[in-house]
């Protein structure tokens, strides 16, 4: 069996860019000397931009609702106490979330002509996209009725979607795929095709009956209750005389057998699911707006191998601001005694405890989706029948998600599980939803990769940052009816920047990044540019208040595009981001 898998397109190319002054022409060079090290004071190059990150930073997404079931967001970072573990941490790092804030108008290109005059007006854009939703279908575990109810319910919901939403369908098992589209009738069609998957692996006539749950029991945890009702099973199904001596150690080796087989099944299918979960995750992390990832699914059980994987999902989310919710398929339902009908039943002298254990094995099927629900900030809708209500409620973001992060104190790199407790120092009648807990790295991280990840993150959002002024113009001119040339001007004020003192020159570095997306939000072209600045104290105290000009140009077809900037300083490490609108005719 094989599955797809999606990865980050991102790409962007290093090169170097002309720095010139507000008023448009190119800036004379420092003039040359005969002393090697008195190096220029400006210099424009391609170099990674690597940030200073939280080292070890854990995020904690944390949604508190009033006795109404409102998201609040009025608390300040004052109002948490943090636990690792029990003790109480120092949170470092706080932030609020607004999903459903309006975006910032974008800027929009001009059309010019070859001499860079105004033709006319610049043309208003179609709305960008600002909002992705993908769903994930986890045909690998639901069964035909729930996956029917599943597929009529979100077709209707499709049909609601606002016209700056742009939604993606995926599956567990990879055999259905359609990426971020406007194009309704597409997904109508692809979710139509999501038909159950059944493991090539999986044996429909296993002797004795055995779960991937109660496998878990058998095989990891040396259950000798749950290995007795395999065993009394074996012998009913294998028509063993039970009088015999020899009957229980045949019988018991045959259910050892099935455990390992159904653990080998479910450990592939658990991998598999969760391996398509993480890409969906990395592929949201790509998408420029607000991310929702809704999980269609009966639930599925995760052995203690798998809550590593777990835990990297949600470390992921939480970065790339990717909310997960999760609908359980089945409904309103009984978790009694469940036996696929592909089975064999049980013996009598099993039935109470595969009945105890059916139960057991929903309730840890319902954590997984909860789990990642909760610690994410979505929403988990279980123990319901309306699947429509559903997609609406979970398609609908909190308000406002509060972002506690902390670095843990002397943290261990030996993997091991830490509870999170999050509480208000005054409860205020309300109602607390948080990140349940997180597994310490098994080594170190990696600075640079982390800093290479936080660029991303900058470049693939619609959060507009003003901590460095800058404005950003958008040219563009059609040198023939297929092919355009995209001019990016950003004009950055060097006044606020924190310049580090360093013998007779001040030091600063800006990383400036263009990236430009097409219609529904899919990333296609990118450029760094990196300026080293290296003042005198008289140059410093002369920058021309208007700020500097980085012009970045991109080839173009015909068609409607967004744009990103990001501008980031080394020293104050000081950030700016703005988005813009092309609409070329």
């Known amino acids: 069996m094989s599955h797809r898998r999606f990865g980050i397109a991102f790409a962007l190319l290093a090169g170097i860019g002309a720095f010139l002054p507000a008023g448009g022409q190119q800036a004379s060079p420092p003039a040359a000397t005969a002393t090697a090290t008195n190096a220029p004071e400006m210099s424009t190059h391609d170099a990674p931009a690597t940030f200073t990150t939280g080292v070890n930073l854990v995020m904690v997404p944390v949604v508190v609702r009033d006795g109404q079931g409102h998201a609040i967001g009025t608390l300040h970072q004052d109002d948490f106490l943090l ?3 029990g003790k109480p941490q120092l949170i470092t790092k706080f932030s609020i979330e607004k999903p459903g804030a309006p975006a910032i108008p974008a800027a929009t290109a001009t059309q010019v002509t070859e001499n860079g005059e105004a033709q006319g007006p610049a ?7 600002e909002r992705f939703v993908a769903y994930l279908f986890d045909d690998i575990h639901l069964q035909t009725g729930d996956l029917i109810q599943a ?13 700056i939403t742009r939604a993606a369908v995926f599956t567990t098992s990879g ?24 493991s090539a692996l999986s044996n429909g006539s296993q002797c004795p009956p055995v779960t991937y749950y109660m496998a878990d ?3 990891n945890k040396n259950d000798a209750q749950s290995l007795g009702a395999a065993t009394q099973d074996a012998i009913a199904c294998l028509g063993l005389d039970p009088t015999q001596a020899s009957s229980a150690q045949i019988a018991q080796a045959a259910a050892n057998a099935a455990a390992s087989q159904e653990l080998n099944v479910g450990d592939n299918e658990t991998q598999v699911s969760l391996s398509v979960l993480k890409d969906v995750v990395r592929r949201m992390a790509a998408t420029p707006g607000t991310r929702n990832l809704v999980l269609v699914s009966p639930g599925f059980f995760l052995t203690l191998d798998h809550r590593p994987a777990e835990t990297d999902i949600m470390d992921r989310a939480i970065r790339a601001n990717v909310t997960i919710n999760s609908i359980n398929a089945r409904g309103l339902y009984n978790p009694s005694i469940e036996v696929d009908a592909s089975q ?10 595969w009945s105890q254990m059916s139960r057991d094995s929903a309730l840890a099927d319902e954590d997984t989706m909860a789990e990642l629900a909760s610690a994410t900030g979505g929403t988990y809708f279980h123990n319901n029948n309306d699947l429509l209500e559903g997609f609406k409620t979970v398609s609908a973001q909190p308000e406002f998600i509060y972002l506690l992060g902390f670095s843990p104190q002397n943290l261990r790199y030996d993997g091991t599980y830490h509870t999170l ?19 310490a790295p098994k080594h170190a991280v990696d600075p640079e990769e982390t800093s290479k990840e936080e660029i991303q993150e900058a470049m693939f959002s619609r959060d507009e940052m003003v901590e460095i002024p800058v404005e950003l113009n958008l040219q563009f001119f059609k040198s023939s009816e297929a092919n355009a040339r995209l001019s990016v001007m950003a004009r950055v004020d060097l006044k606020g920047l924190h310049f580090r003192k360093a013998e007779d020159r001040n030091l600063d570095k800006l990383t400036i990044i263009s990236g430009v997306f097409d219609r529904n939000g899919n990333f296609i072209s990118g450029i760094q540019k990196t300026i080293d600045m290296k003042l005198k104290d008289d140059t410093l105290l002369k920058l021309p208040p208007s700020g500097i000009n980085v012009r970045t140009n991109f080839d173009l077809a015909p068609g409607t595009y967004a744009v990103r900037l990001v501008v980031r300083d080394s020293e104050g490490q000081f950030m700016a981001a703005r988005n813009g609108s092309v609409q070329i005719p």
């Open 123 to 129: 043309a208003a854009a179609p709305p960008i996209p």
């Open 83 to 85: 636990f690792d573990k």
């Open 344 to 353: 064999r039943t049980p013996s009598i002298n099993s039935l109470n405890l």
């Open 175 to 198: 055999r259905t795929t359609v990426d971020f589209t406007d194009d309704r009738p597409k997904l109508r069609e692809a979710i139509e095709r999501i038909q159950p998957w059944i």
């Open 217 to 219: 029991l058998i095989r």
């Open 421 to 439: 407790k999050v509480t208000l120092k005054v409860s205020r009648g309300t109602s607390l939803q948080a990140r349940r807990g997180y597994y």
């Open 151 to 163: 597929r009529l319910a979100a077709i209707k919901h499709l049909e609601g979607l606002e016209t």
